[in-house]
């Protein structure tokens, strides 16, 4: 998610790093225990338990951390930028901390 229309003093900015979140892994991990327990069930159940792991294995490699853009200024900090990317915000992250530096 990118915030579009907003411009940040650079003149105001006292630091920047990034920040990532982790996506919850509840969700993904209660079908992979549904899974096994229908497993121990018997032969009977074992579509539901294939289909049960496998939903939960599908679900937790499809989740993605975000990894953001934080700038602090004199007001507090502030999320700048945010982005599946970890590798673009990392150089994001440098090329405003360069601009500080270079600042002064």
Same mark, same amino acid.
């Given at each position: 998610m990118m915030y579009q229309g907003k411009t940040y003093a650079m003149s105001g900015v006292t630091s920047v790093k990034s920040w990532e979140k982790t996506p919850s892994r509840k969700g993904p991990i209660i079908l992979i225990v549904i899974g096994v327990l229908l497993l121990a069930a018997g032969k009977s159940a074992i579509i539901g338990a294939v289909l049960f792991i496998?939903?939960? &294995? =599908?679900?937790? *490699? %499809? @989740? $993605?951390?975000? +990894?953001?853009?934080?700038?602090? %200024? #004199?007001?507090?900090?502030? @999320? #700048?930028y945010t982005?599946?990317?970890? =590798? +673009?915000?990392? $150089? &994001?992250? /440098? =090329? *405003? /901390?360069? =601009? &500080?530096v270079h600042r002064g």
């Open positions: 496998g939903g939960g &294995i =599908a679900w937790w *490699v %499809s @989740q $993605k951390s975000e +990894f953001s853009v934080m700038l602090t %200024s #004199a007001s507090g900090e502030m @999320q #700048a982005s599946k990317d970890g =590798a +673009f915000v990392s $150089k &994001i992250v /440098n =090329a *405003v /901390n360069d =601009a &500080i």
